[in-house]
């Protein structure tokens, strides 16, 4: 199953699965929606045909959403009840942080689990990296080569926000290779009046020695781009233009780091539950 934010790679990571449970001769099911899948019994028998030519395809193909029926202990014994019913050996949950609470709870209940890291923040313990940071650096470093053409041609500073609510690692991993001048992420607490004073210095000083443009990016945990631009504004009387990323973040094809590191997770998830761990990550 799949759960959570959506991360380019998923679909990667649910092939290797089950092209490495069809080689050691397992039956792989597949639930839809994540843990409110679970409890609705919307599952598929998954094939070699099921996953042929998705290894491409950014998002999931058994979907994903949040669950607030699995956060209660009717729902968790829902869903155990369907896991039984179906004589789940092992259940691989592809996802973040709150996916593996859920994954806990039903190892606690007696089904072995193992997670497979999937999230775009990055911000997973046990792993240097997450299935869908790597695409999704990407894609903000594209956008950024993209907007420092136009804030060249009209000399403007621009804000750029990023997602990363609790974590800064797409506003730092991009910012650092898209050449960023000033980066802001909810790890490093700061004075907004100090801070402000630094950037509006450092733009003030840069278009003064010639430079075209000034690009500010920001994790959305960190402040919005919107609060940051009037701020910039009222203090230096530049025009200062946003853009929010979005959801731009979450989609697209994987990068060929992400199919890699997909295809291994979803191969040593297999391999995992037949050594017999259990409550544990790729």
């Known amino acids: 199953m799949t759960s959570g934010g959506d991360a380019s790679g998923m679909n990667a990571a649910v092939r290797a699965i089950v092209r490495t449970g069809i080689y050691h001769g397992i039956e792989i099911i597949g639930f839809r929606k994540g843990y409110e899948g679970i409890i609705d019994n919307e599952h598929l028998v998954l094939n070699a045909r099921s996953v042929s030519g998705i290894i491409d395809r950014g998002g999931t193909i058994l979907e994903t959403a949040r669950s607030e029926r699995f956060m209660t202990e009717e729902g968790q ?5 369907v896991l039984r019913k179906h004589k789940i050996d092992g259940l691989i949950v592809i996802g ?3 996916s593996f609470r859920g994954a806990r709870v039903i190892d606690r209940m007696g ?3 193992v997670g497979v890291p999937a999230t775009i923040d990055n911000d997973i313990a046990g792993t240097d990296y997450s299935i869908g940071f790597d695409t999704a650096i990407n894609t903000v470093i594209d956008a950024l ?4 053409d136009t804030a060249t041609s009209h000399e403007r500073v621009f804000c750029v926000e990023v997602m990363g609510r609790l974590s800064g690692e797409i506003a730092l991993y991009a910012g650092l ?4 001048d000033y980066i802001l992420i909810p790890e490093i607490e700061y004075e907004m009046e100090h801070v402000l004073g630094e950037i509006c210095e450092q733009i003030s000083r840069d278009f003064e020695v010639g430079k075209k443009h000034f690009i500010l990016v920001i994790a959305e945990g ?4 919107q609060g940051m631009a009037s701020a910039i504004t009222n203090r230096t009387h530049r025009e200062v233009r946003i853009s929010i990323l979005g959801h731009l973040q979450r989609g697209g094809s994987p990068t060929a780091l ?16 037949m050594r017999g ?5 790729v």
């Open 77 to 81: 014994k829902k869903a155990f009840s």
């Open 258 to 273: 992400d199919r890699i590191l997909a295809s291994r997770f979803g191969a040593e998830a297999v391999e995992a539950l």
């Open 111 to 113: 089904i072995s689990t």
């Open 145 to 148: 080569s993209k907007i420092r």
């Open 222 to 225: 960190a402040g919005t781009a």
């Open 96 to 98: 973040g942080d709150g």
């Open 177 to 180: 290779a898209g050449g960023a």
């Open 277 to 281: 761990e259990r409550d544990s990550l």
